[in-house]
């Protein structure tokens, strides 16, 4: 028999047509960025549509790092098995991942959590968007053309690391937040070990704020490129620092709270405008760096006051929750991380979605992108700092 | 404003495009017709009483009796209230009316529910695969989906 292999035509892009079906006129061309371009952090390809250096169109072609998260999590033999799954998801926050998807089952089983274990994912959730944040604002200056800030930034997030590790083994992908716990209570001298970083990583903000933020050349860069209006931001329901860069006021912690957040002091960051216009790139950056300090203040204040207790005394035996259904979120680094859990009763989830912040923010791109110059599109592409493997799952 | 307040004003307005809800569960959900979801969906966001800007999430899913369906996880920044909606369509007749004229971010959410479920949102206005690629055989989370043993002449490892 023989074999045919037919590409729907009407999907594949021609010199005269995009791949969504834009006729193209005299003067524009199409132009591909990436799959593998070190601007697009990942594997992104951006078709753009151009008329000489000005983008009239950009068209994500997302899906190289699909690896099926939603259908593994519906095949697992129990709940606690997604977990691994959930890490690989966006894999520069996995402890927030972790503990977004704990938290959804464990209001499906309406568990309550013990006191230090509270403390233990605050803490960990909090270094971890310290680590993630640092990556966002070091790779941002390579884009930028900055090295040094880079090097700063991975050389004070390998401490984080080296946390991690000693709490449970691995550096990047945890498994470390259950349902009903956490899988290793805290070694000893991590609080210690874990006051030394935040003394320490102050003076590296103040460093990075030296050297980038105020940097001529970077905020000539940034300052006033991909502007992301309040209105367009809450309409493609962008989230995290692409939502308080436009001066939203607006973080889940504080707004749908989870954990225990509101036992702290600390301050939701907005984007001012300082250097250009209010949700301009510069201003998302911003975001990022005070919320460090923000992370480092609530890091402070959990290690100081952490009661002692079992770490494992709520996990449950068996996770049979009763048929219902739960749409949880929670703050992740990026953004507002949901999951949609179906349960019918039995061991395993019905359904699991995945509401990703990475891949929400993206839709906003062509939006913001049009009327750049192809030069801004590293900035801009950059500054919503895109995990592929979360935008994808 | 409470979940029984909503479904008794869209119930008084859209009479039998709102179906059953359930009230009383963990999160109340509403189930409206899948013809007038723009409809609906655009009275919930403009109306000032209501204000339902923020489409946290789209999902599809598979209800295993024959039945896709969509729910939509509505939130508001300016009453800081939240609903769940819910449509249905049949396998036979998977159509769905598409929201992304409302919220610019169904857009990317309804062209996932497409591809993994084969879910077709009727104006939307680039209905095309997103994750999986364009040639791709059958919608994988569709829960009789079986991988196919070739893909395009290749032989799937298992």
Redesign the interface.
Known sequence: MKESRTLPTDYVSSPERTSSGRTLRTDEMILNMGPQHPSTHGVLRLELVVDGEIIVDVIPHIGYLHRCFEKHAEHMTNYQQVIPYADRMDYLSSMCNDWAYALAVEKLLKLEIPERVQYIRLIMAELQRIASHLIAVGTYAIDMGAFTPFLWCFRDRERILDLFEMTCGARLLYNYIWVGGVSHDLPPRFVEKAKDFCRDFRKTLKEVHDVLTYNEIFIKRTANVGVLPKDVAINYACSGPMLRGSGVDWDLRRDDPYGIYDRFEWAVQIGKGEAGTVGDCWDRYMVRMREMEESTKLIEQAVASIPEGNVQSAIPKRIRPEAGEVYVRSESPRGELGFYVISDGTASPYRVKARAPAFVNLSVLPEISRGAMVADLVAIAGSVDIVLGEVDR | MTAQEIYDNLKAKFGDAVGEARLD???PWIAISETRTREICQFLRDEPAFAF?????L????YADGKLGV?Y?LFS?IH?HKI?LRTMCTREHPHIQSVSAV???A???EREAYD?FGIVFDEHP?L????????YPGY??RKDFKVPEFY??MKVPY
């Open positions: 569960a963990l999160q800007d923020y489409l946290s999430c999902s599809g899913v598979d729910v996880h920044m800081r769940v919220w610019g971010t857009n990317w959410h993994m680039d095309r695969r997103i994750l999986c690629g364009d040639d994988p989370l395009n002449g």
